[in-house]
């Protein structure tokens, strides 16, 4: 009976989709989008799409998410959004980072890169036009694989703060107090395998189009850059997704070495209580703004 209702709930929560959807203007875009896409698949293998097509989304988006964050260091009016005033960027820290970065992205990332295109085989995930989902279906399965993630990411982050395994691994990304942009793949090569698997988890379950690979891939990274940012902007529009844990819950795990092991969402630390110590940090913070008013 329960899951007949659970499904009658979904159909009707995907009639409601379908119909806003009809409504909506039809995206100017599209048509350049769906020219550009059949020119790829025209013109190159899957294998070159799904490897060297999948590196190249990546490491563009990867340092175009960062840019914003890099170039505040250079804004006196940003200085006031940084979370850790007393904790500036340097040259010499941002340096170290990119280098680790190349690493850790040709050197771990790359190879399991590489096996997208057997993945994709050996489960007949399409890559035409024509079978590629809507916006909304898309949007969905990217939200299912941030929960997934999140999950993951919550409990074996948590492992590795153990005090047994802690300065083996998870040390390595605690270098730096005070998080930017660019760190946020900054992690020893085991951690990237380790942590990692929860991003393929969600895509193993829920890829019905090799779409869903770059979706996924750009959602996450606008996510782990922002966390990672060290700045809490006022209008930023993540902020505004419900339970989304933002920079200001992160930077506290990277100042304190404790709590908020969550990547994405607020509910795995609020039902274990590791957000405690943040609630009452942020409780200190408003008493102190209040008199300073």
């Not at 941002?94 to 992205?105: A, D, T, Y």
């Not at 393929?200 to 090799?210: A, K, P, R, S, T």
Request: a negative charge; proline letters at 4%; one cysteine or more.
């Amino acid at each position: 009976m329960a899951t007949n209702e659970s499904i009658g709930i979904f159909s009707s929560a995907s009639l409601a989709v379908e119909y806003v959807d009809s409504l909506l203007p039809e995206n100017p875009l599209q048509e350049t989008f769906k020219n550009a896409w059949n020119y790829m698949l025209n013109n190159y293998t899957k294998f070159q799409i799904a490897t060297w097509g999948s590196l190249i989304v990546h490491e563009v988006l990867y340092f175009l998410f960062c840019l914003p964050g890099f170039l505040f260091q250079f804004i006196p009016y940003m200085k006031k959004y940084k979370i850790q005033k007393d904790k500036p960027e340097t040259w010499e820290n941002q340096w170290k980072c990119f280098k680790v970065l190349l690493f850790n992205h040709f050197c771990i990332q790359l190879p399991l890169i590489c096996g997208t295109y057997y993945f994709t085989e050996y489960f007949n995930i399409p890559y035409d036009w024509e079978r590629m989902p809507r916006w909304y279906l898309l949007l969905a399965r990217c939200f299912g694989c941030a929960v997934i993630e999140d999950t993951w990411h919550y409990f074996l982050h948590r492992l590795l703060h153990h005090k047994r395994i802690y300065k083996y691994i998870h040390k390595v990304l605690h270098e730096f107090q005070a998080p930017f942009g660019m760190e946020a793949e900054y992690a020893h090569p085991l951690e990237t395998l380790i942590l990692g698997t929860g991003f393929f988890i969600g895509i193993m379950l829920l890829c019905d189009h090799v779409i869903l690979l770059w979706a996924w891939v750009t959602i996450r990274l606008i996510e782990t850059i922002d966390v990672h940012s060290g700045y809490d902007i006022p209008l930023n529009p993540l902020n505004l997704i419900p339970f989304y844990a933002g920079s200001r819950h992160h930077d506290f795990h990277h100042m304190n070495f404790i709590g908020n092991y969550a990547s994405t969402f607020t509910w795995w630390d609020r039902i274990f209580g590791t957000d405690s110590q943040f609630i009452a940090y942020i409780e200190k913070m408003k008493k102190i703004e209040k008199k300073t008013e």
